[in-house]
């Protein structure tokens, strides 16, 4: 997210493409069969320019991923429709939704909603919590602390039948103390998913 694809230079951009191309290459060496591309924060997309000009990288980095098996999986704070419209243009089974339920409700979106938009294109999951700030920023915060409807999220997930894998990314505990957070945040989870 420091070096994003939008919002550089002609020369940044293709230098940042070559290294998505072997990310991909080095992604089917160790055995990962996708890659989460995040478009949220410092590297969102903000102008339909910035769409086309994403649009435009993921399809040169197509053949690469066809190639090694490596699904791109764009991870946006676009909200449902803008998302599913923008997904709708590069139709490909290589390039799918990742969903990050924190990033979602801390921006007021609705779970069933985005799932009703582009479901069929969640190919990866993040589990996260946040909570909209006054001032306008958002936090991270521990599993049923923030804004996430997990009984609205996992419901939809079951809608779609989605049988992928899910990504924690909790807010941080103590240290020192990490493997009872984990296990409470997991503990969390198993409410919602067995």
Same mark, same amino acid.
């Given at each position: ?7 550089? /230079? ?42 086309? /000009?994403?649009?435009? !990288? ?79 920023? !958002? ?7 923030? %804004? ?7 419901? %939809? !997930? ?23 957070? !984990? ?12």
């Amino acid at each position: 997210m420091d070096y994003p694809l939008v919002r550089c /230079t002609t020369e940044e951009r293709m230098q940042r493409e070559n290294i998505l191309h072997d990310l991909l290459r080095r992604a089917k060496r160790i055995g990962a069969w996708r890659m989460v591309l995040p478009f949220v924060d410092h590297s969102k997309m903000q102008t339909e320019a910035e769409k086309q /000009t994403v649009l435009d !990288i993921l399809e040169r980095a197509l053949p690469v991923a066809e190639g090694t098996g490596v699904e791109m999986h764009l991870e946006a704070d676009l909200g449902p429709e803008d998302f599913a419209a923008f997904m709708s243009r590069i139709p490909h089974p290589m390039v799918k939704v990742n969903y990050d339920s924190g990033n979602s409700s801390g921006l007021g979106y609705i779970a069933h909603e985005e799932f009703a938009a582009y479901g069929d294109r969640i190919g990866s999951i993040h589990i996260k919590d946040r909570l909209r700030k006054p001032d306008g920023g !958002i936090a991270t915060m521990p599993l049923g602390e923030g %804004s996430a409807d997990f009984d609205d999220l996992f419901a %939809s !997930i079951r809608k779609i039948g989605y049988r992928g894998g899910f990504t924690l990314q909790v807010a941080r505990g103590e240290d020192g103390d990490e493997v009872n957070w !984990i296990k409470r945040q997991l503990a969390f989870i198993r409410r919602y998913w067995t």
